[in-house]
Structures are given as structure tokens and as C-alpha cells.
């Protein structure tokens, strides 16, 4: 089946560096690619639409400058998140969706603490 | 945005019972939708899917029914299991593309 990886799992950055996480479609090419972001005991809130070779669509009130988003190939997304802050903890997950179906296929999340 | 002080809704149910798992879906013009399964520190487990040209489907010990005049969304587990215990989601393709989650449903097994 078709499996997503996202690394890394656990990141602990110092207030006012960058992050990245990256996502993978290890079998699949992923036309589009879906970042989430989830504070504790709350739903998965989209962050951001990526289609392969174009710019991100971001939801209202995410910030695209603090969030960015690059999908240059068809099998790997990545968001960086610059200039971090503690309220930028989070889990993040990312999600991919190749060309066939409707399937969506979810990374294993990335936790992001920033002190 | 961030939602600050929401609990997710909690069902609890004794082990070998059924459970039920509703979700009200917000766009009456989604057309597919899914039940994910996340455990905690995890991302979400796909578990059944349905398109909005269907009232009913079955999985294995899974059932997922769409009521589209009410926009009810419910999954019933059959026979649940100590390793059910989860946090439940279902998701709606909002447009073309965009997969929308909602709020949520702890489910705990009673031993």
C-alpha cells in the first residue's frame, strides 16, 4: 500500500531558529501534499495545499512567511518552520495524494517543541 | 486557526460491546469521506471510506453510515477490542482536493 514517511519525529528547537520536516511518498507519486497541524486533545487544522511544482495554497490565517512550504519533486514536500516560537509547538503531519482515487495517505507526524 | 479549551467528546464501552462514533459534516457539498484512527503520538490510520452516492458500507468489524439530509456521518465498531481504543476522526473532501477534519471522539474500552 501506499506509505508516506515523515522525518523527523520529535525535533526540540531554541526560540528564533527555522525547522524543517520533510515528507516522502516512498511508492507512489504524490500530486499533492497536505500539511496539518495539531495542538494537544484538539482536530488535525490544515495548514496548507501543496501541488508538485507549484506554490502552496495556505488556509486563512496561516502565515506563509512563518510556514514554508516547498514541493519540488513528486515525492517529497517539506515545511519549514522559520523563525520559531513556543507557540509554534505543535504536531505536524503531513499528507500525500497521487493522481489515481481519492486515497490520502498521512505521515506519522512530527512533534515540535520550541523553548 | 487554533481553537483554545476544546475537549474531545469521550465514549466509553465495554469490551465485546459495539460502539458508535457520529460526526456532523459541515459542506452539504462533499462528496467522500473518511474515518481515520489516530493513536496517540501518531498520525491518522485510515479505517473506512465512503462516497456521498452511498448510505451504507461495511468493512471488517467496521460500518460507516451517511445520512446526507442531516449531514450525519457514524462508525460503528462491531465487537470492540482493547487495541480500538483511539482517538476517532472522520474527514470530508471539501472541494476538489481539501480533506477536512472533524472535531474528534476519544474512545476508551472498559475491561
Known amino acids: 500500500g501506499a506509505v508516506v514517511s515523515q522525518h523527523p519525529s520529535r525535533v526540540i528547537c531554541k526560540s528564533g531558529t527555522s525547522v524543517k520536516i520533510e515528507c516522502r511518498s516512498l511508492d507512489f507519486q504524490a500530486t499533492t501534499m497536505f500539511w496539518y497541524r495539531q495542538f494537544p486533545k484538539q482536530s488535525l487544522m490544515l495548514m496548507a495545499t501543496?501541488?508538485?511544482?507549484?506554490?502552496?495554497?495556505?488556509e486563512q490565517g496561516v502565515e506563509k512567511d512563518k510556514f514554508l512550504i516547498n514541493h519540488a519533486s513528486l515525492t517529497l514536500s517539506t515545511l519549514t518552520v522559520t523563525s520559531a516560537h513556543p507557540e509554534d509547538s505543535s504536531f505536524y503531519i503531513c499528507?500525500?495524494?497521487?493522481?489515481?482515487?481519492?486515497?490520502?495517505?498521512f505521515g506519522s507526524g512530527t512533534r515540535l517543541t520550541v523553548v | 486557526g487554533e481553537s483554545v479549551g476544546l475537549h474531545l467528546p469521550t465514549l466509553s464501552v465495554q469490551e465485546g460491546d459495539n460502539s458508535i462514533i457520529n460526526c456532523a459534516y459541515s459542506n452539504s457539498a462533499s462528496d467522500y469521506f473518511i474515518w481515520y484512527k489516530q493513536e496517540s503520538g501518531k498520525g491518522p490510520q485510515f479505517i473506512i471510506d465512503?462516497?456521498?452516492?452511498?448510505d451504507k458500507r461495511q468493512g471488517k468489524r467496521v460500518t460507516v453510515l451517511l445520512n446526507k439530509t442531516v449531514k450525519h456521518l457514524s462508525l460503528q465498531i462491531a465487537a470492540t477490542q482493547p487495541g480500538d481504543s483511539a482517538v476517532y476522526f472522520c474527514a470530508e473532501k471539501s472541494g476538489a482536493q481539501k480533506l477536512v477534519f472533524g472535531q474528534g471522539t476519544r474512545l476508551t474500552i472498559n475491561p
Open positions: 499528507s500525500a495524494r497521487g493522481q489515481a482515487g481519492y486515497g490520502y495517505t
Open positions: 465512503i462516497r456521498s452516492n452511498m
Open positions: 501543496s501541488n508538485e511544482g507549484s506554490k502552496a495554497t495556505y
